[in-house]
């Protein structure tokens, strides 16, 4: 695989080398109003070397659980990092799993029998250069089993949920399979992590999916970003299955500049939320964009959040009252701005089809699991030298 492939996903990381930098700020706003958030406690956790957060996800005993990786073995590849800690945020116990190469969580989620799931990819196991890697971890942290997915090229994880049946559904992306540079991948397997079927989504160029949840008719909804189809550079990918892993429609959504979704949620009227970033529409450089679609994916409405700076939206749940939380990272003072009364250009919406003229993908990212809670690195790269710990917040809303 030639590295200009391997680094499509820039926002990512270079999935060759892992210099991955994740969560760089968190910003928590409350829809339909934006309320304040006051932070209850703030944790780091991890050794002399440096220690990435990438996932977190509160626990039925109101303790979290997060994942991402360690460079804790000396080596320069990290490993796969899981810290379940209680509801104060100390550590009850930590793990790490992966061998030589990099190896690295990206999601994580318990399950209904009280253990993990935790999504990812790996260097060290597997049949190509980077696999998908699928972890399940008892309660107590013990590894019950692991499995990987993917082809001779890279193919990695973002996200993963377990399923109604008891399996999980997986998505990621995938260069050893598929019709383009990269394609969406999206793995279902049985309650013992083996695949029970795999299928891509996309076109000649990148294509990824950001997340994915199973939806009320047993199929699936996937978010990502592509830059096979669309108005942009890059585009929101809006995938719809059925429970066989068949896209039923697809929807692409942005303008003339790079916009990825990054989170994706069934609303109570069947239809979709998602949040991502967008470049083409706000205020700023890129503003934290949030869509509201119909059942078929038409877009009901837009909405942009941020300031002059970088803003991203990474996590987006319906509240109770019907209104949306969303998590991300928000460099400036809030400001919000109606797409709908902006002086920019109309949304562009398109359904899949033709291959826009130009090139590589700018942006992807992660989505964290709670909307009130984070895991993330320290923002800046570092020096060589410099160590970097996973930094968890945990909020709660005012007002």
Same mark, same amino acid.
């Given at each position: ?10 926002? *990512? ?37 440096? %220690? ?51 190896? *690295? ?11 993990? $799931? ?17 972890? =399940?971890?008892?309660?107590?942290? +013990? ?43 999206? @793995? =279902? ?17 990148? +294509? ?12 699936? $909804? ?17 995938? =719809? ?46 503003? @934290?964009?949030?869509? =509201?679609?119909?059942?078929?994916? %038409?877009?009901?409405?837009? *909405? ?93 809303? $005012?007002?």
């Amino acid at each position: 695989m030639e590295s200009d492939d391997r680094t499509a996903l820039t926002n *990512r990381g270079n999935v060759g080398d892992v210099s991955t930098h994740f969560l760089t700020a968190l910003a928590t706003i409350l829809l339909p109003m934006v309320l304040h958030a006051q932070i209850t406690f703030e944790r780091t956790y991890g050794g002399e070397a440096s %220690d990435e957060g990438s996932s977190a996800w509160q626990t039925g005993d109101g303790g979290y659980v997060i994942t991402g990786a360690t460079y804790a073995t000396g080596l320069s590849r990290p490993d796969v990092y899981v810290v379940r800690t209680d509801a104060r945020g100390d550590t009850l116990w930590t793990r790490t799993l992966g061998d030589t190469c990099a190896d *690295r969580g990206e999601f994580v989620q318990q399950t209904a029998d009280g253990g993990y $799931i935790v999504a990812g990819f790996t260097e060290s196991f597997g049949a190509g250069r980077t696999d998908v890697y699928l972890m =399940k971890f008892s309660a107590s942290g +013990d590894t019950l089993w692991t499995r990987t997915f993917g082809g001779s090229n890279n193919d990695v994880a973002y996200s993963a949920e377990q399923t109604i049946d008891g399996g999980y559904i997986i998505t990621g992306y995938t260069y050893s399979f598929g019709a383009g540079s990269s394609d969406v991948y999206l @793995v =279902k397997t049985d309650a013992s992590g083996d695949s029970m079927w795999t299928r891509t989504f996309g076109g000649g160029s990148y +294509d990824w999916g950001n997340s994915v949840q199973q939806t009320a008719d047993s199929g699936y $909804i996937i978010v990502g970003g592509t830059i096979s189809y669309g108005a942009g550079w890059e585009d929101v990918y809006l995938i =719809k299955t059925d429970p066989r892993g068949t896209m039923q429609w697809c929807t692409t959504l942005g303008g003339s500049g790079n916009d990825v979704g990054n989170s994706v949620r069934q609303t109570t009227d069947s239809g979709y939320v998602l949040a991502g970033m967008t470049e083409s529409f706000g205020a700023g450089d890129n503003d @934290v964009f949030l869509v =509201k679609t119909s059942a078929n994916g %038409d877009t009901v409405w837009t *909405r942009t959040f941020g300031g002059p700076g970088p803003d991203w939206g990474r996590s987006v749940q319906q509240t109770l009252d019907g209104g949306y939380v969303v998590a991300g990272q928000m460099w400036t003072a809030d400001t919000v701005q109606d797409m709908s009364t902006s002086s920019g250009p109309a949304l562009a919406v398109r359904h899949c089809g033709q291959r826009p003229s130009a090139a590589l993908a700018t942006t992807a990212a992660i989505t964290s699991s709670r909307p009130l809670t984070a895991a993330m690195s320290s923002p800046e790269p570092p020096a060589p030298s410099a160590r970097r710990a996973v930094t968890f917040i945990s909020s709660r809303p $005012i007002g």
